[in-house]
């Protein structure tokens, strides 16, 4: 059971950095230092994502990803990772897929639209937009669907996503949302 809750976080995390394709990359305006934590929660247990911008040229960002579940009473760290964020193009979320090595991430685009939301006490306009994703992760395949909603002035951009999947015959849902946002220096 554990193993495969952390199987349906994988595509939770997916979902955190498959933010949709946006002209203005949100990465651009993002400075050394900014950082975003994301609170991660579902039936089986909760985590935390956190991204930090750690090195950033006008063509590159460079973002640390650290992922913390727990599940029946077990913290678990994932090996932190980093991604690069070619800002000289539009956000793609396929390139962004930061999961744990060997797992195997599609992402398709779906639909779009706008909805003012609340997230941590902080109402935002945001413009979401919904995803058909599919994931491969220790062992075990994974198909879900991700809504994503995102905000402009937001490190990083997200502020919430809602991720359903089926796993042995059972709906799951994540609900991925923003908690802190701000700059370590």
């Known amino acids: 059971m554990y193993r495969s809750f952390v199987a349906v976080l994988v595509l939770a995390v997916a979902?955190?950095?498959a933010r949709g394709a946006d002209e203005e990359n949100p990465y651009?305006?993002?400075?050394v230092g900014d950082y975003a934590i994301y609170t991660l929660t579902t039936k089986g247990g909760e985590g935390t994502v956190t991204q930090t911008v750690t090195a950033k040229t006008d063509?590159?960002?460079t973002v640390k990803v650290a992922i913390v579940i727990t599940a029946n009473g077990k913290e678990m760290k994932l090996p932190e990772q980093e991604m690069k964020v070619d800002l000289t193009k539009p956000y793609d979320p396929t390139q962004?897929?930061?999961?744990?090595a060997g797992a195997e991430v599609k992402v398709e685009k779906d639909k779009e639209g706008k909805e003012k939301i609340k997230v941590a006490g902080k109402e935002y306009e945001t413009t979401w937009t919904?995803?058909?994703?599919?994931?491969?992760?220790?062992?075990i395949e994974l198909a879900g669907d991700t809504k994503v909603w995102i905000a402009k002035g937001v490190p990083m951009g997200m502020v919430k996503t809602v991720t359903t999947t089926e796993i042995f015959g059972q709906k799951t849902e994540i609900v991925t949302e923003l908690k802190e946002t701000g700059n370590k220096k």
Do not use: I, W
Request: hydrophobic share 35%; glycine share 8%; net charge positive.
């Open 15 to 17: 979902s955190v950095t």
């Open 28 to 31: 651009k305006n993002a400075k």
């Open 59 to 61: 063509k590159e960002a």
């Open 96 to 100: 962004g897929a930061n999961v744990p």
């Open 130 to 139: 919904s995803y058909k994703m599919k994931v491969k992760a220790m062992g």
